[in-house]
Each structure stands twice: as structure tokens, then as C-alpha cells.
């Protein structure tokens, strides 16, 4: 049956019909890695972010298109390494076949200029705010704040400075112009008398605010920023740099212990020492102690030990990093570049890719399509595609109020980690427990039971994908109009390294 989402004008109407429409199982409800969910195509199809940086939707498409030939290679990698150890059928010995599936993906174009955009906006402000908190706390211990002045508006100034020190259309880096920076802050300062700053001599003064300057210099970090200035997100240099994950790889245990992932590890530990795989960094995602059952603790619930993790970190020479969940989503991600002198064909159109590879649980993996949406809605930096619009009135409408987001995201918790526990063998569980059943009942809004949350967004889907569809249709017709040699030879090109690799890695 076709579902039709014409116009979305009736939001209240589809969460009806979302939330008690019956239940159709797909088998790919848990694998949707041909493109992002979340993502957008063009800036009047935005909710949220910073449009102003982002990037055209055609130069996107461009970039998702050249990324083909890095995916085939993630793929081939993937599939020569650990195509052995996939689930064939349930007389296959776990401990032999833990994976149930591999899965690569290219983003699309539109989820390319979401990321761009979200990241490049939190990664700006971030920014822009440790400076501004920076200055703020250093001239507060050596010098006297006005007694008028409120030090919330004082911060609030000196960010507003921080940010507009050069221009609100293009974004320099504080730590890296920072004598720039700190005059303008004086300056506003001084404007508005929010500090006594002859309460010293000037001399002590200049002192004082070289010191300052100083400590700002050493701690400049200029890996998002060239020249003093951010990664430039509207070209295809900058496209790469803030969407560092353009290509993406799953492996979906069946078994996700240790003892089961150490078969993974261990085959891509050849692929590393093989030199056909350069990791730059694993993250492992660990559930908080504080949050887990009286009678677990946090080796029942990772992926793989910190030991088992090393040693491929070691083998790559690439740091491991613990991160503490703080929504509780568990997993093991690792960094890649994908580097190779095949993809350096055609003055190098293909290179500089970078990705990540995940190693998750199928039962975790079913829940993270759902949370990831309600995670991006709780920072308003994220940029979401309008298709999503009703999912995002119907989750601020009941996710609001101090108690209830802390109870929603403790049973979002407390949800992770009973996906994490849950037996292999139990079955293909669709549902997830409800509200009650993990003890949240007088706490969060039954409308915000995750079962009702995924079938909303479920419809949202739907319209997505016929967005993406009809997007990409337009394209490619107009195109072949415009530019029918150079996009046959484009395809041709692509075609010809997806060959060199496949007889190269056989």
C-alpha cells in the first residue's frame, strides 16, 4: 500500500494515523544505511542551522557522487576481511559467525549539507564561546566588574564581540587571531564600563592583557581552520573537512560481546597490517557506571575490552578514546582514511575521503534510528529537513518541562541499555519495552514512548525518500540536458576505478 504525504499540512492527522496504523515489519527497519535519515535538500527545506555557510546542493551531490568509488573500496576492505565471519544460518557456531550483516554507505547530498552545516555551526560557536568564557574569567580575577554590570551580560557581550569581531559572513578563528579578537572585546568592553580597568597602572594593565593574550595563543588548535580562518564550507575542500564521514561502514553483530567482536578486530588488524586500511582513531562508547542496573556492571555491556581495543589502536598507530554515553547508545566507532592510489585517478576526484566504521549490536542499531532523530532535536545547531517536521512538532510538544527531559532521557537510557542486553536468540523483536515497563511510568508522557516516536518518523520516511527520489530524477534529467558527455564520462570514470579496485583487492 502507498502512503501518501502530499503536503504535511495536517501534522495532527499523520501522528494519528502514524501511531495507530498497524504494525508492518520490514526487514531492512534496522539496516538503513543507503543514506542518512536525517537530512535536507535544499536551504528552503531546512529546519535549523546556519544556512548562510552551507554549501550548494548541487556541489554536494557532486561530492556524494565522487565518493562512490571510496565506498566500493570500504566495501571490498570490509567484505575480503570479515565476509567470512557473516551469519549464514542458524546451525553456524556464533563464536565463529558473530556478524549478522555488513553494510556501506555514501551520505547523499542533502544529508552532506546537514552535516555541514550542524557541524560547522557548533564547531564555530564552540569555538567562539571558550574564547569569549576565556577573556570573561581571566579579566574578572584582575580586574574589578562594575557593580551595575551583570556578569551574565557582561559574557553575553563579550560573545557577542567574540563573534562579529570580523564579520558575520565569514568566520575567523578567535584562538587564531586572537590579538584581533581581544581588542574588539576590550573595546566593547570599555564601551559599556563593564570593567574598572584603570583600578591598575598601565603598565600593569598592558601586562595583564599580554598575559592573557599569551595563554590564548598557546592554546589554539588550528584543526578546523587554515590561515586564521575556518574550513570554508561552501567548497569541496571544506565539504570533506566538516562532513568527515561522507562514507560509512556497519558491522551488525549478532553476538556483540567481546568475545564475539574480537573476531572483527582481529580482521581488521590484518587489514591494517596488510596496509589496505589507515585507521585514524577508535572510539569506544561505554555506558556511564552511575546508570547501570545494581546487578550489571560495564563489562556486561561493551562491545569489546579495552585490551582487544589497543591492540588494533597500537597497530595503527591511532589513539583510543573512551567516551562516557551520555544518551546511552553504545558502540565501537572507528575513524578511517581512505587513502589508496587508485582513488588518485582522474586528478584525484575520488581522494580525500574520509569515514568511519561501526561496530553495533542489531538490537541497539534499531533503537539509535529513532533516538538519533530526538538527539538532534535537543541541539538546535542541527540542521533537519522539513520532511521531519512533523516528528519535530510532535517531540517538542510533550519533550519540554526540566522533569520531564530528564526522566525522557534517563529512560532513554535505561532503554540503550536493555536493547544492549537483550539475548540473540530472543527473536526479531520489533517493539521495544514500553514506558512502564521500564519504570518511567509517572515520568514521561506516554506520547513519548519510543514505539509511537518510530512510526512517526517511520511516516516521515516515507515522504523523505520520495523527496530524495524526485530530487535526484530532476538532477540527473537536468544534467544529461546541460552536460550529457561529461556526466556519461563521469559514470564511465567511476565504473573504470570501481574495476581497478575489485581487480586489484581480489
Not at 596496509?275 to 545494581?294: A, R
Request: glycine fraction near 4%; include cysteine.
Amino acid at each position: 500500500m502507498r502512503i501518501s504525504l502530499n503536503t504535511f499540512n495536517n501534522y495532527s492527522n499523520i501522528v494519528k494515523n502514524a501511531i495507530t496504523s498497524p504494525f508492518r515489519p520490514s526487514n531492512t527497519s534496522f539496516v538503513p544505511l543507503k543514506a542518512d535519515t536525517v537530512s535536507f535538500s535544499g536551504s528552503a527545506k531546512l529546519v535549523g542551522g546556519d544556512m548562510k555557510f552551507a554549501p550548494t546542493d548541487s556541489l554536494c551531490r557532486q561530492v556524494s557522487e565522487n565518493a562512490e568509488p571510496a565506498r566500493f573500496l570500504l566495501e571490498t576492505i570490509l567484505d575480503n576481511y570479515l565476509g567470512q565471519y557473516k551469519f549464514d544460518s542458524k546451525r553456524d557456531n556464533p563464536k565463529e559467525k558473530p556478524i549478522q550483516d555488513i553494510k556501506t554507505r555514501k551520505k547523499s547530498s542533502s544529508s552532506i549539507r546537514e552535516k555541514v552545516v550542524s557541524k560547522y555551526s557548533k564547531c564555530t560557536n564552540s569555538e567562539g564561546n571558550a574564547f569569549a568564557e576565556t577573556v570573561f574569567n581571566s579579566l574578572s580575577a584582575n580586574f574589578p566588574m562594575s557593580p551595575t554590570s551583570d556578569p551574565k551580560v557582561v559574557l553575553d557581550d563579550i560573545k557577542r564581540a567574540t563573534k562579529y569581531s570580523y564579520s558575520e559572513d565569514i568566520r575567523m578563528s578567535p584562538y587564531a587571531n586572537v590579538d584581533m579578537f581581544f581588542d574588539d572585546i576590550i573595546a566593547e568592553l570599555q564601551l559599556y564600563g563593564h570593567f574598572d580597568f584603570n583600578a591598575v597602572s598601565e603598565q600593569r594593565r598592558d601586562v595583564i592583557f599580554n598575559l592573557i593574550k599569551s595563554d590564548l595563543k598557546a592554546a589554539n588548535d588550528d584543526a578546523h581552520h587554515i590561515e586564521g580562518r575556518f574550513y570554508d564550507p561552501t567548497i569541496v575542500k571544506g565539504i570533506k573537512h566538516w562532513a568527515n564521514d561522507i562514507i560509512g561502514g556497519r558491522v551488525i553483530m549478532r553476538e556483540p560481546g567481546p568475545e564475539y567482536t574480537g573476531i572483527v578486530l582481529d580482521g581488521l588488524m590484518q587489514a591494517v597490517n596488510d596496509g589496505v586500511l589507515k585507521i585514524t582513531s577508535i572510539e569506544n562508547n561505554v555506558p556511564n557506571p552511575d546508570k547501570i542496573p545494581t546487578n550489571k556492571k560495564q563489562n556486561d555491556y561493551v562491545y569489546a575490552t579495552n585490551k582487544q581495543l589497543q591492540a588494533l589502536a597500537d597497530a595503527a598507530n591511532a589513539p583510543l578514546i573512551e567516551n562516557v554515553s551520555k544518551s546511552g547508545y553504545l558502540s565501537v566507532h572507528i575513524d578511517i582514511a581512505l587513502d589508496d592510489k587508485l582513488l588518485e585517478m582522474y586528478n584525484g576526484v575520488f581522494e580525500g575521503f574520509s569515514g568511519e566504521i561501526q561496530i553495533i549490536g542489531e538490537d541497539v542499531l534499531k533503537l539509535k534510528e529513532v533516538e538519533d532523530l530526538c538527539y538532534k532535536l535537543k541541539d538546535n545547531k542541527n540542521a533537519i529537513h522539513v520532511d521531519y517536521k512533523p516528528f519535530i512538532d510532535y517531540f517538542t510538544e510533550y519533550y519540554k518541562g526540566d522533569d520531564v527531559k530528564k526522566a525522557f532521557d534517563d529512560y532513554t537510557y535505561a532503554l540503550y541499555l536493555s536493547q544492549r542486553a537483550i539475548p540473540s536468540n530472543s527473536g526479531n523483536n520489533y517493539f521495544f519495552p514500553s514506558i512502564a515497563e521500564l519504570g518511567f511510568a509517572d515520568r514521561v508522557p506516554e506520547e513519548l514512548d519510543f514505539n509511537k516516536l518510530r512510526k512517526i518518523k517511520e511516516y516521515c520516511d516515507i515522504k523523505h525518500e520520495e523527496t530524495q527520489k524526485k530530487e535526484k530524477e530532476e538532477y540527473d534529467r537536468k544534467m544529461l540536458e546541460k552536460k550529457p558527455v561529461q556526466r556519461m564520462k563521469k559514470h564511465r570514470d567511476i565504473n573504470t576505478v570501481k574495476k581497478a579496485i575489485t581487480y586489484t583487492y581480489s
